[in-house]
């Protein structure tokens, strides 16, 4: 947001004082986070991730008040790490090790949980030229790797895992927040973006090898301007599989994006008519790859 300064505008000790004391007010898109949290490893993370994000005035409004801390009785034997919001703990704890990772699945949480003035759709987003996409997909489809290669060709990041839709006029809102990716993804988006910036991996944790990839600035700099969808894409990695689109009936897509929505049914009749809305609106696809380029060239010629 304009006349914020930017969180890599601070130094490591800043960024750790702010956490340890009134809290680190960090703009996410149309969300901002005051976070709080004495773990070291935590503002590094927040250091490397989040370097373009906009840092507002301690004390203001904040849509969410977060912390991840050690639980009581739990700072030296086997370290965990605890995850709050507004003092309440929605998740048991976890090794301290997945402290910075927690946070952001904690951040995730709270807008699924409690953002309902949007549709909120468990898929990646993307814009290119104002126009949307979204990749719904279960875990280990590959939606998060081609997000991830997208926004680093060309495509605007919105969200690698959640579209935020105004059920009124179906405009897509932005987070940009980090890309989570897991296991061989990890290695995949180094080799394919040179200059991609990644957390530490974390292993061992409920999704295996977790690391988080820092967004690109410029959909950092674009995250208030809106996209209109444009495509349904159902995406799903198959190895050595050639980048291939085939189209999708409209009541099938529906299907799958109700299967995906976190707050369809809260909505009610809202809900079903922005839903049915958007899917008539889209064009409909299944998309399965097995090589990122290819993936990558498939899509630059569905949005030239």
Known sequence: MPGLLKLGDLSQAEIGG??????????TGVFRFAVRSSFSEVAQALRRLYEEHGVAAQGGFADFHV?????PGRKFLR?????????????????RAQAAAMLEW????????HAHQYLILHAASLARDGSGLIMPAPPGAGKSTLAAALC?????????ELTLLDPGNLDMAAVARPVSLKNASIDVIRG??????????????????????????ASVAAADARAAPRWIVLP??????????????????FMELAQNAFNYSLLGEAGFGALARLVDGCDCYR??????????????????
């Open 18 to 27: 702010l956490l340890r004391g009134p809290g680190l007010y960090l703009q």
């Open 67 to 71: 912390r991840v801390e050690a639980p």
């Open 79 to 95: 370290p965990q790490a605890q995850f709050y919001l507004d003092g309440q703990t929605p998740f048991k704890p976890l090794p």
């Open 106 to 113: 904690g951040m995730n949480w709270c807008i699924t949980a």
């Open 152 to 160: 680093f060709r060309g495509w605007r990041l919105l969200s690698d």
């Open 192 to 217: 394919f973006a040179g200059d991609a910036v990644l957390s530490d991996a974390v292993r061992d944790t409920i999704k295996g090898t977790v690391a988080h990839l820092r967004p690109p600035a």
């Open 236 to 253: 799903r990695y198959e190895a050595d599989a050639p980048a291939r689109l085939s189209p999708l009936p409209r009541a099938r897509a």
């Open 287 to 304: 998309f399965s790859y097995g090589d990122l380029e290819e993936a990558v060239a498939l899509f630059a010629a569905l949005a030239p």
